[in-house]
């Protein structure tokens, strides 16, 4: 069964169109976390919520926003998005602190931008 | 500045043989994990290491955290084709949720 779910899989859109990238877990974990991966390149993370606690990485672009509803849902919305945000979109959940808890992935979902 | 290093960038090897991979950082790490991934898809979960001199073992695959946390390598033992992949080293580098990814390992294993 499917732990992290990441929809759509693959998404083009416009160079500036906004769109919002989906990941929900059946984990009921407490972190969630969305990372950038750029071809050939390790994972980097964006930001990552704790229960309702939005941590955002010093370096993540005002470009790249993120909403968690519930436990169980958190996404990713890129305002404006431009060639250089091509990539696989990772989301990750662990039950605590990532250094005392494992992340489980999603399966990504590639973003194009055209 | 990259926080986890890992050596080396891409490996070849003959199905049979035994290889190494290292990750290595300035700092103190706190927690280790190994991670897998195929191209295109999302990472799998190896091995976790969170005490220095700790070595952990599932099917031909081990791992081990220097005693000043500061260095992981992973080994592979008698490699078969269903090793390949990339391996990504990760770790928080404090006791708080920032987690970095070392540079990635790609690995070959020719039948």
């Known amino acids: 069964d499917a732990m992290v779910i990441q929809n759509p899989r693959y998404q083009v859109t416009q160079f500036g169109k906004p769109v919002t990238l989906s990941c929900s877990q059946t984990?009921?974990?407490?972190?969630m976390y969305w990372y950038q991966q750029k071809s050939s390149q390790a994972p980097k993370l964006l930001f990552h919520?704790?229960?309702?606690?939005?941590?955002n990485e010093a370096d993540t672009p005002d470009n790249f926003q993120s909403r968690r509803p519930n436990t169980s849902f958190c996404f990713l919305d890129i305002r404006s998005p431009g060639l250089g945000d091509a990539a696989m979109y990772l989301c990750?959940?662990?039950?605590?602190?990532?250094?005392?808890?494992?992340?489980?992935f999603g399966p990504g979902t590639r973003l194009t931008v055209t | 500045s990259q926080e986890l290093e890992q050596s080396p960038q891409s490996l070849i090897v003959q199905e049979g043989k035994n290889l190494t991979i290292n990750c290595t950082s300035s700092?103190?790490?706190?927690?280790l994990y190994w991670y897998k991934q195929k191209y295109g898809e999302g990472l799998i979960f190896l091995m976790m290491?969170?005490?220095?001199?700790e070595e952990k073992s599932h099917e031909k695959i081990t791992a081990k955290l220097d005693e000043k946390k500061q260095q992981s390598s992973l080994h592979i033992t008698a490699s078969q084709p269903s090793h390949a992949g990339i391996y990504l080293c990760?770790?928080?580098?404090?006791?708080?949720?920032?987690?970095?990814f070392g540079t990635g390992t790609s690995l070959t294993v020719i039948p």
């Open positions: 990750a959940t662990s039950k605590g602190l990532a250094g005392s808890y494992e992340q489980y």
């Open positions: 990760g770790a928080a580098l404090n006791t708080g949720n920032q987690f970095y």
């Open positions: 919520y704790y229960d309702k606690d939005f941590n």
């Open positions: 700092k103190t790490l706190y927690g």
């Open positions: 984990l009921n974990h407490n972190v």
């Open positions: 290491l969170q005490k220095g001199g």
